[in-house]
Structures are given as C-alpha cells and as structure tokens.
C-alpha cells in the first residue's frame, strides 16, 4: 500500500473508531451488556465513567483524522491503551465467569481497533 493510500484508510479508521466511540459503544451496553457492560443487571458507576473517557477520546480521534501525521501520539496512545485495556478485561473475564462474555464482545472490539490503527499509522514522521 503507497503512502497516500495508507493515509486515506487512516483518516477513515480514525473517523469510524471515533464515531463507534461517541455514540456506540452506550448502545452495545444496553442491547448486550454481557459482552460490553461490567458488572450488568445493576447500575454501575463505572459504565459512565468509561463512556465519558471513550467518548473523549473519539471526539480527539476525530479530530485527529484531520492530520494524523501531527497526532501520532494520540493514535499511539490509542492503540497501546486499547491493548492494556482488553489484557486485563480478558484477565478479569476469565477470573469472572459472570463477565466472560467479553471475550467475544469488547475484548476483540478493542484488539481490532489496535490493530487497524497499528497498522496503518506511519512510524516515522517524514511519511
């Protein structure tokens, strides 16, 4: 894949992850909350807390996706995060068995998106 080529499926990863981000993720916690929300059939204070922090984030990835040769960190972060962030869910979900729908809800979810951004974010900054 050319340089330019691998910058355009980036902006679309960035856009897409950024919406899924915004205004998904709450939904997939409602209609399926063994594979995406923690501790479901009782309110949990952690639910809005990670939404509010994903919905942060998305709002950022979008903006990235305007130049994300200048956001690379932000990507870098956002892989990176995402990876930590399915580890331990997948730990815990196999630790939990109440919690093991994860590991074919959110735990990939967030696998993919790592490693959609990885792949496609240039290492250096010339390119």
Known sequence: MNDKTQLKWLRWVLIVTGVIFI???Y???VYWPSGWAW???GYSHYLPMILGIYAT???FL???SRDPLQHRSLI?????????HAGIMAVQSFMDSKEQGHLIGDVP???VVAAALAYLTPRKAGR
């Open 23 to 25: 205004v998904v993720i």
């Open 27 to 29: 939904p997939f916690t």
């Open 39 to 41: 501790h479901g059939g």
């Open 57 to 59: 984030l998305g709002v």
């Open 62 to 64: 979008l903006l990235a």
């Open 76 to 84: 870098w972060f956002t892989v990176w995060s995402s990876v930590a």
């Open 109 to 111: 979810a967030l696998l």
